[in-house]
Every structure is written in structure tokens, then in C-alpha cells.
């Protein structure tokens, strides 16, 4: 069942007088993707291309994750070449005025490798993978590239996200020798370093492009079946009691705020901080990724024997007040982020844990499979709470 928004379990549909199991007799799965199709062959580029779906695009989702045939395709990463430096005064004189912050480490890199002067812009996405902190990551996009003089090229990096990886990772205007988020472990999503069986996002053409394992057209992504995750989460109960969710799959959820602005700036486990960091000071938040399912301000709810896998975000959240719940026997498998969270306050839209909050008692995780994970935020873990 391809969903097109988010099922919703709510007191209308369940409780103590009335208890609510959902459950198939045989195979029933509930996905959140959308089909990549009008594949064409680029025989001198060794490249399959498609038209980004219309679910995502300007103005609209990101798209971050390509399942080809079941398999996840990963996107081209690399670490360049030459120097990468952190940006000087000196550096930043090419930004327009205005723009400049009063701090020139605010701003981003310099670099001595040419190929990222093709880089287009907010398509590049940094990747520190624990060198700030060995227990945390961040992800932050390219905002977009400058040319300094022949052989150096500003690389200005998105905002707040790079400020708040900046901040998270120790530097402050009190501390300004402190190094921060330090040189990025590597770049994501580069086009020019596209390699067999991997695929990036093409913002310049508007296209999906995957080449292939082999140099020949083959069969295309199209007919093994090339789904992108466009739904954040599949199934949310919310304000009721007495649910049983047994033997359903759940496949293809995202998470879109990488891709944004704000990126991703990990705290631990999985969870990061939002923009509100800037304006509180707190950088040590503990906010929570969307997952595909989500109980929130529930109670006796079970999740059990379902098949949780291919997803952008988490897999299972219980939060927001839910209490004497649980998922067991549950199988995870090719997950972003965490399998399962327990715990968490709903602030605004966004799942946060709250130690001022009421205690939520009873949530468990007993007797689940969790494999190949986390295949995305490599902080993240098996059970959070």
C-alpha cells in the first residue's frame, strides 16, 4: 500500500471500551515511496537518468535515499584532493559585504581542488563522521562555491547548520581558538565522482542519476523497481489506548531536515539539534528524528512481528506522554538512523526529550532483530531511551 499521508490511529478509533488490532491475513506492507520511472541510457556517460519524482523538488521534499530492486544505492562520497583549509578574513573579502559574519570560521572552507567549482549549488552535503566528537556526526549542505583567485576556491557551507556544528563542536566568540567541527570526514553527493552502483541527485538537469555496476545499459533501475522514501512517517497513533499492531511491514519512511538549512547536527544516539539552539544556547539538546511509526501520548499500545525496514528516519518512537507500551519480536533492517526510541516530549512539532517532562514508565523493546543499521547517521543505534 503506497501512502500518500500518514495513517492516523486516534481515540475515535480505539480505546479500553473498543481495542483496535491492525494486522493482515498474509502479506501486507505500507511503504512511503514513490516510484522513479522514465529511465533513459546515456551510453557515453555510462549513466541512467529519470526525472526527480514529483513529490520532490523546489519547494517541495528532498530526496535522499534511491532502493534499487530492494537495495539501498549509496550516494558518491569523497575526500578531496589538495588542501582544505579553514576560511580566514582574507578568504571571506570575496562575499558581498553584508554577508560576512563577524567571524570568518562562521563561513566555511577554502580548497585547492578544482572539481568543486562545478559543484552546484545546496546539492554538496559535508559529512563529519566523529571529527568533532567520536560520538556524534553532522551533516551540513554546500551552500554554494566561490572562486578566490587561480588555485583556491571558497567553499560557503548552509546556515544555521554549520553554526550550530560550529558551536556543538566547542567554538564560541569566548573561545575563538577552539577548532569546532574541524575539516569535513568527507563529501557527499558529489556528481563528478559518481562510480558503479551508486546514484546522486542531479540539481542542475533535475534527474536521478545511477550508473550501473556494469559499463552496458543492462536492465534499468526502472524495471528492477527504483523507489525514494517521501513520506516521514507511515503510521501514527496519538491520543488513545489498547492498539495492537502485528505482522505489518513497514518500508520506505524519510526524514528530510539533512537536506535543509538546519541540516543535521547530532548531539548522541541519533538525536541533534534544531535552529532554536542559536537563540537558547543549549547545544546539547536531545531532539528526536521522525520514524515510520510513531505512538505519541498513548498507552497499551504493542507493536509486534513487523517488518520495519528500507527507511530514511528511525523505525519505531514511542514519546509524547506514551506509557505501558512495547515492540517486541519485531525485525529491523536497513535503517538511517535508530531501530527504536523510547521516550521523548512533543515541543512544537518536533519529538524532544524533556527531563522536566512526566515520567513515561513501561515503554519496552524485547526480543527484536536489528541488522544493518545504522546505515545512514552513523551515531545512531539499535534502541535509544
Same mark, same amino acid.
Given at each position: 500500500?503506497?501512502?500518500?499521508?500518514?495513517?492516523?490511529?486516534?481515540?475515535?478509533?480505539?480505546?479500553?471500551?473498543?481495542?483496535?488490532?491492525?494486522?493482515?491475513?498474509?502479506?501486507?506492507?505500507?511503504?512511503?515511496?514513490?516510484?522513479?520511472?522514465?529511465?533513459?541510457?546515456?551510453?557515453?556517460?555510462?549513466?541512467?537518468?529519470?526525472?526527480?519524482?514529483?513529490?520532490?523538488?523546489?519547494?517541495?521534499?528532498?530526496?535522499?535515499?534511491?532502493?534499487?530492486?530492494?537495495?539501498?544505492?549509496?550516494?558518491?562520497?569523497?575526500?578531496?584532493?589538495?588542501?582544505?583549509?579553514?576560511?580566514?578574513?582574507?578568504?571571506?573579502?570575496?562575499?558581498?559585504?553584508?554577508?560576512?559574519?563577524?567571524?570568518?570560521?562562521?563561513?566555511?572552507?577554502?580548497?585547492?581542488?578544482?572539481?568543486?567549482?562545478?559543484?552546484?549549488?545546496?546539492?554538496?552535503?559535508?559529512?563529519?563522521?566523529?571529527?568533532?566528537?567520536?560520538?556524534?556526526?553532522?551533516?551540513?549542505?554546500?551552500?554554494?562555491?566561490?572562486?578566490?583567485?587561480?588555485?583556491?576556491?571558497?567553499?560557503?557551507?548552509?546556515?544555521?547548520?554549520?553554526?550550530?556544528?560550529?558551536?556543538?563542536?566547542?567554538?564560541?566568540?569566548?573561545?575563538?581558538?577552539?577548532?569546532?567541527?574541524?575539516?569535513?570526514?568527507?563529501?557527499?553527493?558529489?556528481?563528478?565522482?559518481?562510480?558503479?552502483?551508486?546514484?546522486?541527485?542531479?540539481?542542475?538537469?533535475?534527474?536521478?542519476?545511477?550508473?550501473?555496476?556494469?559499463?552496458?545499459?543492462?536492465?534499468?533501475?526502472?524495471?528492477?523497481?527504483?523507489?525514494?522514501?517521501?513520506?516521514?512517517?507511515?503510521?501514527?497513533?496519538?491520543?488513545?489506548?489498547?492498539?495492537?499492531?502485528?505482522?505489518?511491514?513497514?518500508?520506505? $519512511?524519510?526524514?528530510?531536515?539533512?537536506?535543509?538549512?538546519?541540516?543535521?547536527?547530532?548531539?548522541?544516539?541519533?538525536?541533534?539539534?534544531?535552529?532554536?539552539?542559536?537563540?537558547?544556547?543549549?547545544?546539547?539538546?536531545?531532539?528526536?528524528?521522525?520514524?515510520?511509526?510513531?505512538?505519541?501520548?498513548?498507552?497499551?499500545?504493542?507493536?509486534?512481528?513487523?517488518?520495519?525496514?528500507?527507511?530514511?528516519?528511525?523505525?519505531?518512537?514511542?514519546?509524547?506522554?506514551?506509557?505501558?507500551?512495547?515492540?517486541?519480536?519485531?525485525?529491523?533492517?536497513?535503517?538511517?538512523?535508530?531501530?527504536?526510541?523510547?521516550?521523548? $516530549?512533543?515541543?512544537?512539532?518536533?519529538?524532544?526529550?524533556?527531563?522536566?517532562?512526566?515520567?513515561?514508565?513501561?515503554?519496552?523493546?524485547?526480543?527484536?532483530?536489528?541488522?544493518?543499521?545504522?546505515?545512514?547517521?552513523?551515531?545512531?543505534?539499535?534502541?535509544?531511551?
Amino acid at each position: 500500500y503506497n501512502l500518500n499521508q500518514t495513517i492516523e490511529i486516534t481515540a475515535a478509533d480505539a480505546g479500553p471500551a473498543h481495542p483496535l488490532t491492525l494486522t493482515a491475513q498474509g502479506s501486507a506492507v505500507l511503504s512511503g515511496g514513490v516510484a522513479v520511472e522514465g529511465w533513459a541510457w546515456d551510453a557515453a556517460a555510462g549513466v541512467w537518468s529519470a526525472p526527480v519524482p514529483s513529490a520532490f523538488g523546489a519547494g517541495k521534499a528532498p530526496l535522499r535515499q534511491l532502493f534499487v530492486g530492494g537495495r539501498r544505492v549509496p550516494r558518491p562520497a569523497v575526500a578531496l584532493a589538495g588542501a582544505v583549509n579553514a576560511t580566514t578574513a582574507a578568504d571571506i573579502s570575496v562575499l558581498p559585504a553584508a554577508s560576512r559574519p563577524s567571524d570568518p570560521k562562521l563561513v566555511g572552507y577554502v580548497a585547492t581542488d578544482e572539481s568543486v567549482r562545478a559543484w552546484a549549488p545546496n546539492a554538496v552535503e559535508a559529512v563529519y563522521n566523529g571529527t568533532a566528537q567520536e560520538w556524534t556526526e553532522h551533516r551540513c549542505g554546500v551552500s554554494h562555491v566561490l572562486p578566490i583567485n587561480a588555485s583556491a576556491t571558497l567553499i560557503v557551507m548552509r546556515q544555521p547548520c554549520f553554526e550550530l556544528a560550529m558551536r556543538r563542536s566547542g567554538w564560541s566568540e569566548k573561545q575563538p581558538s577552539a577548532a569546532g567541527v574541524g575539516i569535513p570526514h568527507f563529501f557527499e553527493n558529489v556528481r563528478s565522482a559518481l562510480s558503479p552502483g551508486q546514484w546522486c541527485a542531479n540539481s542542475t538537469a533535475g534527474t536521478v542519476d545511477f550508473r550501473p555496476l556494469t559499463a552496458s545499459a543492462g536492465e534499468s533501475p526502472g524495471e528492477q523497481g527504483a523507489v525514494a522514501p517521501a513520506l516521514e512517517s507511515l503510521l501514527h497513533i496519538v491520543g488513545t489506548s489498547h492498539v495492537r499492531v502485528a505482522g505489518i511491514g513497514l518500508e520506505h $519512511s524519510a526524514w528530510f531536515q539533512p537536506s535543509t538549512d538546519t541540516g543535521y547536527v547530532g548531539t548522541q544516539a541519533g538525536t541533534f539539534l534544531t535552529a532554536a539552539s542559536l537563540a537558547t544556547g543549549n547545544y546539547n539538546g536531545w531532539w528526536m528524528m521522525p520514524s515510520a511509526l510513531f505512538v505519541e501520548g498513548s498507552s497499551s499500545v504493542t507493536i509486534e512481528r513487523c517488518d520495519v525496514r528500507r527507511l530514511g528516519g528511525a523505525g519505531v518512537t514511542f514519546g509524547g506522554g506514551s506509557a505501558n507500551s512495547t515492540v517486541r519480536r519485531c525485525r529491523f533492517d536497513d535503517v538511517s538512523g535508530s531501530a527504536v526510541q523510547l521516550g521523548g $516530549s512533543v515541543r512544537n512539532g518536533t519529538l524532544e526529550v524533556d527531563s522536566t517532562a512526566p515520567a513515561q514508565v513501561g515503554l519496552s523493546a524485547m526480543d527484536n532483530t536489528i541488522t544493518n543499521l545504522p546505515a545512514e547517521y552513523h551515531d545512531a543505534v539499535g534502541i535509544f531511551g
